[in-house]
């Protein structure tokens, strides 16, 4: 998510893409089926999740405290659900894959120079298909349609080296998770996003430290997902930035809680104009099928910017 209270006060535009893929770290070798799974405590049920995003944009500052974006993302995943068949064999019991396609538009405005508020608009076209003990071996197609919006704004203070941001969105979007009782894929609404950051900066802009604070709320699923990640990034001689950081996280559902854990390394390069991103983060999270069961999952991340091209 980018929060669009950042494109009040900007003075260059920038135009970005960046790709994502996300993967199951470790696991249970399931033979049978040629993946990885993540198991229950009982060992009886096993899923296999991934994800991959990309997303292209351009922002583009109005005046000195307006400015307009739009992003156009497409994204898929597919989840899979596996059951022992009492031989430990597993059997695939459900099976879905979804691709995503929408786009966003975002306004930010700068009410002082230590304050700036933003919003944005979406939607998107989402293509499923699935199978289950009732569909099988004929998989069963299906289309949705999801809006969504989200607000944020940013705090400086009056020298500009410590700002907090915040961001929350939610969405339309279906989501889907397997209901182990009647065997079948249930459809739950997608979570309340809200995200929070304080950033210091140190040595004209040459360091950094940040806090982060994510949440992922699910409303009809009981459940909370929540992170704190710090990280530091140092910048060497103003082309090359080295990061790292760490993340701890909490699943709280039904009056249980189960805890996680995190870290993330990455680099920038900076020539001329053009900015260039990479993360690894390795991180354990809810699975989105299976209520009871925590992902280890594995997310590369990558980001080619370009600024300064019509306003610099």
Same mark, same amino acid.
């Not at 198991?39 to 995003?53: A, I, Y």
């Given at each position: 998510?980018?929060?669009?209270?950042?494109?009040?006060?900007?003075?260059?535009? *920038?135009?970005?893409?960046?790709? @994502?893929?996300?993967?199951?770290?470790?696991? =249970?070798?399931?033979?049978?089926?040629?993946?990885?799974?993540?198991?229950? #405590?009982?060992?009886?049920?096993?899923?296999?999740?991934?994800? +991959?995003? $990309?997303?292209?944009?351009?922002?583009? %500052?109005?005046?000195? *405290?307006?400015?307009?974006?739009?992003?156009?993302?497409?994204?898929?995943?597919?989840?899979?659900?596996?059951?022992?068949?009492?031989?430990?064999?597993?059997?695939?019991?459900?099976?879905?894959?979804?691709?995503?396609?929408?786009?966003?538009?975002?306004?930010?405005?700068?009410?002082? #120079?230590?304050?700036?508020?933003?919003?944005?608009?979406?939607?998107?076209?989402?293509?499923?298909?699935?199978?289950?003990? /009732?569909?099988? &071996?004929?998989?069963?197609?299906?289309?949705?349609?999801?809006?969504?919006?989200?607000?944020?704004?940013?705090?400086?203070?009056?020298?500009?080296?410590?700002?907090?941001?915040?961001?929350?969105?939610?969405?339309? +979007?279906?989501?889907?998770?397997?209901?182990?009782?009647?065997?079948?894929?249930?459809?739950?609404?997608?979570?309340?996003?809200?995200?929070?950051?304080?950033?210091?900066?140190?040595?004209?802009?040459?360091? /950094?430290?940040?806090?982060?604070?994510?949440?992922?709320?699910? %409303?009809?699923?009981?459940?909370? =997902?929540?992170?704190?990640?710090?990280?530091?990034?140092?910048?060497?001689?103003?082309?090359?930035?080295?990061?790292?950081?760490?993340?701890? @996280?909490?699943?709280?559902?039904?009056?249980? #809680?189960?805890?996680?854990?995190?870290?993330?390394?990455?680099?920038?390069?900076?020539?001329? $104009?053009?900015?260039?991103?990479?993360?690894?983060?390795?991180?354990?999270?809810?699975?989105?099928?299976?209520?009871?069961?925590?992902? &280890?999952?594995?997310?590369?991340?990558?980001?080619?910017?370009?600024?300064?091209?019509?306003?610099?």
């Amino acid at each position: 998510y980018y929060n669009p209270a950042y494109l009040g006060g900007m003075d260059k535009d *920038r135009v970005y893409y960046s790709q @994502s893929e996300g993967w199951h770290t470790d696991g =249970y070798e399931d033979e049978n089926n040629n993946q990885l799974i993540e198991r229950t #405590s009982d060992l009886f049920w096993g899923v296999n999740e991934k994800r +991959e995003g $990309k997303a292209q944009g351009y922002l583009y %500052p109005i005046g000195s *405290r307006f400015g307009l974006g739009v992003e156009m993302t497409t994204a898929s995943w597919g989840d899979s659900v596996v059951k022992d068949t009492g031989l430990s064999v597993y059997e695939q019991k459900g099976n879905q894959f979804t691709n995503y396609s929408g786009g966003s538009l975002q306004a930010g405005f700068a009410l002082t #120079s230590a304050a700036s508020l933003g919003v944005g608009v979406s939607a998107a076209r989402l293509e499923r298909e699935y199978f289950t003990q /009732f569909t099988n &071996p004929n998989y069963i197609q299906e289309s949705a349609t999801a809006f969504g919006g989200f607000v944020g704004a940013v705090l400086r203070n009056r020298s500009g080296n410590l700002v907090w941001d915040i961001l929350a969105s939610w969405s339309t +979007e279906p989501q889907y998770w397997f209901d182990q009782d009647t065997m079948d894929f249930s459809r739950f609404a997608a979570p309340v996003y809200v995200e929070q950051t304080l950033t210091a900066s140190f040595f004209d802009g040459k360091a /950094f430290v940040a806090l982060k604070q994510v949440n992922d709320i699910f %409303p009809d699923r009981a459940t909370w =997902y929540g992170r704190l990640m710090p990280v530091a990034e140092v910048w060497l001689f103003n082309m090359v930035a080295l990061r790292a950081g760490a993340e701890g @996280s909490i699943v709280m559902r039904d009056g249980s #809680s189960e805890l996680g854990w995190g870290a993330t390394g990455g680099l920038s390069l900076k020539i001329w $104009k053009i900015s260039v991103d990479a993360n690894y983060t390795l991180r354990q999270r809810p699975s989105r099928s299976l209520q009871e069961v925590v992902v &280890p999952e594995s997310i590369f991340f990558f980001s080619v910017s370009a600024e300064g091209l019509l306003r610099n």
